[in-house]
């Protein structure tokens, strides 16, 4: 979670510049560390990116890495080579360091920028993703938001009592 343990919250139109660079709002951006910091940039799904502190994500990356590395020499994933792998090339090839520029510009590397399925001149949107700040290709944040909430009172519900 970020350091301030504050939810980020928040949704916001972006355009992706003929760079592929993005403009963060300022609450965004002090969230994660503040300008010149290094955020984790990881691929979530199908349309949306995730942005990270980048050592909250280092700190999750760690413990879930050194627990799978546990399994293996306590001999708990004999016969999950092909999961493992799996494991291995995802992990690869998930995430990026990037680098917050002046006004909390983002640059959206080549890879990360088919994976959001968005061209230079589109728009994006910018949404609080609570731990983190998540970009969204818009059709895949409608289909999402769609899905999502008629089942939001139930899972606020859930995780608040």
């Given at each position: 979670m970020p350091d301030t343990h504050e939810f980020?919250?928040?949704?916001?139109?972006?355009?992706?510049?003929?760079?592929?660079?993005?403009?963060?709002?300022?609450?965004?951006?002090?969230?994660?560390?503040?300008?010149?910091?290094?955020?984790?940039?990881?691929?979530?799904?199908?349309?949306?990116?995730?942005?990270?502190?980048?050592?909250?994500?280092?700190?999750?990356?760690?413990?879930?890495?050194?627990?799978?590395?546990?399994?293996?020499?306590a001999g708990k994933l004999d016969g999950k080579l092909e999961q493992v792998q799996r494991l291995g090339r995802l992990l690869s090839s998930r995430h990026r360091s990037v680098q917050l520029a002046a006004r909390g510009r983002l640059l959206v590397p080549e890879g990360f920028r088919e994976f959001l399925h968005s061209e230079a001149g589109s728009e994006v949107m910018v949404v609080g993703g609570a731990v983190c700040v998540e970009i969204w290709n818009p059709r895949a944040?409608?289909?999402?938001?769609?899905?999502?909430?008629?089942?939001?009172?139930?899972?606020?519900?859930?995780?608040?009592?």
């Open positions: 980020i919250v928040g949704e916001f139109p972006r355009t992706l510049d003929e760079r592929y660079r993005l403009a963060l709002p300022a609450e965004f951006v002090t969230a994660l560390g503040g300008e010149q910091k290094e955020c984790i940039l990881a691929k979530e799904r199908p349309g949306c990116l995730s942005l990270w502190n980048a050592s909250t994500w280092q700190a999750k990356l760690d413990a879930g890495t050194a627990l799978v590395q546990a399994k293996i020499q944040w409608l289909a999402y938001l769609e899905e999502q909430m008629p089942k939001f009172r139930r899972l606020f519900d859930r995780l608040s009592s």
